[in-house]
């Protein structure tokens, strides 16, 4: 066989989409494997299951952050467990669990709103102005102009 052995390899498909879900960006991942953007490209192009996957653990990083930022703006409770060590071996001992809240906050509520209903809340709103509004440049200097 003559040639260059190829750099890519098949387990490298499943890597990838351990690598998206992790939030690593493609050229993070052709970083890590010590290859240029342009050679990544090329993989992508040449293989397309390496694409796919590529996509399939970037969708469920995306879909996790979604997960956290509607919890974050909603408010949400957990349980906190307080541990102390008892006797002579220095065993851990549960001594408490209690029930904590997080309040909604209201930077993720905005963030949400702006890109799910931006008909709503959008902070530039557009405007259509109508009538028959006909101003020259030459009627206002001349409307302007002090009496002699």
């Given amino acids: 066989m003559r040639g260059r052995k190829p750099l890519f390899k098949k387990h490298m498909v499943e890597e990838a989409e351990k690598l998206a879900e992790l939030g690593l960006t ?34 469920k990083a995306d879909k996790e952050v979604e997960k956290k930022l509607y919890q974050r703006a909603l408010g949400y409770e957990y349980k906190e467990k307080t541990y102390e060590r008892r006797g002579t071996k220095g065993k851990m001992v549960l001594m408490k669990t209690v029930t904590k809240e997080v309040p909604p906050a209201t930077c993720a509520q905005i963030f949400w709103l702006k890109n799910r209903r931006p008909d709503l809340w959008r902070d530039k709103h557009e405007q259509e102005l109508t009538g028959g509004l006909d101003v020259t440049l030459k009627k206002i200097l001349t409307d302007k102009r002090p009496e002699e």
């Fill in 26 to 59: 493609n050229d993070e991942i052709a970083d890590f494997w010590g290859r240029s953007r342009r050679a990544f490209q090329y993989w992508l192009k040449k293989y397309p299951e390496l694409l796919h996957t590529l996509k399939r653990g970037k969708l």
